[in-house]
């Protein structure tokens, strides 16, 4: 088996359609079969792919928060878990990497467990938000900048 690793751009509908296409695909497969003879049989079977999501969020939060939400979503990290690319995510992306106290005084939040079963999610980096910019004649902001 390979892995096809890709990034994906687009309309969250039209992503949504590829993904469903790409999760229900059926593929021929060849493999060899001994026979009772000692000899070895060609066969073919169909297998259907596996997609596995490397997604990328940037959950924006009050910053006197941070440390109470990323305890509580990250609540065993690991920092030495794919560092390398964790590394090389923050300098693309312009991250800093964030310490995280292993304080016991920061409270968590109240997340339920059966959310995060069979998720791995690995922190990356943290940013400044970007607010939007102000509309100048009621002083409201109008929108993020990305």
Do not use: C, H
Not at 1 to 8: R, Y
Not at 9 to 26: C, N, P, W
Not at 91 to 98: D, F, I
Not at 110 to 133: R, Y
């Amino acid at each position: 088996m390979a892995g096809i690793v890709f990034f994906s751009r687009g309309i969250k509908q039209d992503l949504d359609l590829a993904v469903k296409f790409m999760e229900t695909l059926m593929l021929p497969f060849k493999y060899k079969v001994k026979q009772k003879d000692g000899t070895w049989k060609e066969e073919t079977n169909y297998v259907q792919s596996a997609l596995r999501p490397m997604q990328l969020y940037e959950l924006v939060v009050p910053e006197p928060v941070v440390l109470n939400v990323v305890k509580s979503i990250f609540p065993a990290y690991n920092e030495k878990k794919y560092s390398k690319i964790k590394a090389m995510l923050r300098k693309v992306m312009g991250l800093k990497k964030l310490k995280i106290p292993q304080d016991k005084k920061i409270p968590i939040l109240k997340i339920p467990s059966a959310l995060f079963k069979n998720v791995d999610m690995q922190l990356v980096g943290i940013k400044e938000d970007k607010i939007g910019a102000l509309d100048n004649d009621k002083g409201n902001i109008i929108g993020e900048r990305l």
